[in-house]
């Protein structure tokens, strides 16, 4: 790309985001102007894919664009248009899980500074919940965690789990556990340097497994 061509290309993305930029602040969307953004993307703002444009474009939190990494970012993709957005969008649809495991842990680790409160060191478990179930059945990696480990992941972080924030640590280390496990937990190192969140899951559901 010449840098007569970036130069075209960033032009016609500022003129992009000013359709969204928030009346208040120009530098940056509001909720209402990221959700007009998937609108004209015809992408519902729940779809896993919102999180892969939310890395490329360095998205600071859930439902935020700024100016400047919504720009750099659709530059380095060289889209400069809703519909060559569109269009890439449905190429990662077609891909399998995010296509391959590199790029599903990058957007995984990703999504925990993204989803987390402004502020806040932890996630709120809530969303952590809902974040797991969006993301896991898109990875590639094989695994004996099944639908019935993840129900019961989320039945102990709703009930005996005392604290209601999942930390950094925890987030990222959970994957590797989710595709390391054993079906029946037996393996599970207790004196490894697992967090204690998930030790204390080891036990509470080992009795639950066949």
Known sequence: MTPEQESQIRSKLEKIFDRYANPADKTRTNIDGTLAFCADLEVDPEDPVVIVVAMLCKSPSMGEFTRSGFVDGWTSARYDSIEGMQAHLIQLRGREGFGD???????Y???????????????QCDTA?????????LSTAPTQFT???????????NGPYKSKAISK????????????????LSEH??????????????????????
């Open 101 to 107: 495991e590199e790029t599903f842990r990058k957007v």
């Open 109 to 123: 680790n990703f999504t925990f500074d993204w989803a987390k409160q402004p502020g806040q060191r932890s996630l």
């Open 129 to 137: 919940i809902a974040l797991w179930s969006l993301l896991l059945p």
């Open 147 to 157: 639908n019935r480990h993840l129900e019961l992941w989320t039945e102990f972080l």
């Open 169 to 184: 640590d925890s987030w990222t280390l959970f994957l590797d556990f989710w595709k390391t496990s054993r079906g029946d």
């Open 189 to 210: 190192d207790l004196d490894a340097a697992w967090p204690s969140v998930i030790d204390d899951f080891v036990e509470w559901a080992r009795p639950k497994l066949p």
